[in-house]
């Protein structure tokens, strides 16, 4: 191997640690990705796609502190159904359907520590604080039994709540300060109703999420 060829796989390497990510600076980045509500005890099992934004600091290469914000794309399900109900001693009957709306707003702040398997790729776990807010709306489009009118009913539940998050994910390098970031988010909390009178009955709700997401990063 010639001084030339040895010269020139110098400048090479280099030019390729010149491209690498930056490992230590404030970042900022977004994501899109799939999200599973469960809250058993009122009987909400959701699937919906879900946004957000974090950022944070990366303190070395294995170090950084991160906090996001996502929320999900309002779901909207209809129900046919024919049954009964009673409110404020009047007897109803469902004539149409019943409408239901979920709208998610999750937060999370906590560590995040990473591993560098080459150039290109590192691994990362994070686990921190989390607060949640949840917010369902049910409508009924009934009729009066004795008076055959419409009419239309509305209940809405505010739950929010502090838990905890845990998390895995996947960096891929795309340059300098462009990161691609696949993850995965496990949140468990439980969640106080706010609201006196509820269609769902329930003060206190555990409740989980799951989320799936795909995003970039960019560091200053």
Known sequence: MNKTTIAAMILTTAHITQVHASTEGFYLGGQFGTVKLSM?????????NSYGLHMGYQFNDILALEAGISTNVNTTDKEENIKELIINEKNYSFI???????????????PKISWQFNDTFSAFTTAGISYTKINTKVQFITQDNYYPTNETITFTDDYTGVGYYLGVGLNATISHRVTCKFSYEHAK???DNTHIVSVHGQEKVTTTLSQLSLGLNYTF
């Open 189 to 191: 909390m439980t969640l």
């Open 96 to 110: 149409n359907s019943t409408y239901n709306a979920l709208s998610l707003t999750h937060m999370a702040l906590g």
């Open 40 to 48: 058993a005890d009122v009987g909400i099992n959701n699937r919906t």
